[in-house]
Nanobody, 123 residues
Framework: QVQLVESGGGLVRTGGSRRLSCAPS????????MAWFRQAPGKERVFVAA????????LYADSVKGRFTVSRDNTKNTVDLQMNSLKPEDSAAYYC????????????????WGQGTQVTVIS
């Protein structure tokens, strides 16, 4: 069974940067969009960013526009999330997802998910 493996989480100070990476443990069939979601304790999982297979279309949540950048390497089927100017409200478990089952990539309905990597932003 294909799983996505995230890395790069950790502790960072307000205003700092962090880069998350996501790689599949096996092959993902087809040309699929990939995305990042995040979930804070006691809250729902929410959309952060998504990228088309070719990388020519990117989508961002309003809360991260101008600070986060999503990119991908199709030779490895990996997706990265560069996070700059981090704020305490960005603290959450970040999840990688691949293969949206909906035309709305912002919905958390994807075929594949990772286990999440924790990002904690401190003052």
């Amino acid at each position: 069974q294909v799983q996505l493996v995230e890395s790069g989480g950790g502790l960072v100070r307000t205003g700092g940067s962090r880069r998350l990476s996501c790689a599949p443990s096996g092959g993902i069939g087809g040309h699929v969009a990939m995305a990042w979601f995040r979930q804070a304790p006691g809250k729902e999982r929410v959309f952060v960013a998504a990228i088309s297979f070719r990388g020519d279309v990117t989508l961002y949540a309003d809360s991260v526009k101008g600070r986060f950048t999503v990119s991908r390497d199709n030779t490895k089927n990996t997706v990265d999330l560069q996070m700059n100017s981090l704020k305490p409200e960005d603290s959450a478990a970040y999840y990688c997802a691949a293969g949206p089952r909906s035309g709305d990539w912002g919905l958390p309905v994807y075929n594949y998910w990772g286990q999440g990597t924790q990002v904690t932003v401190i003052s």
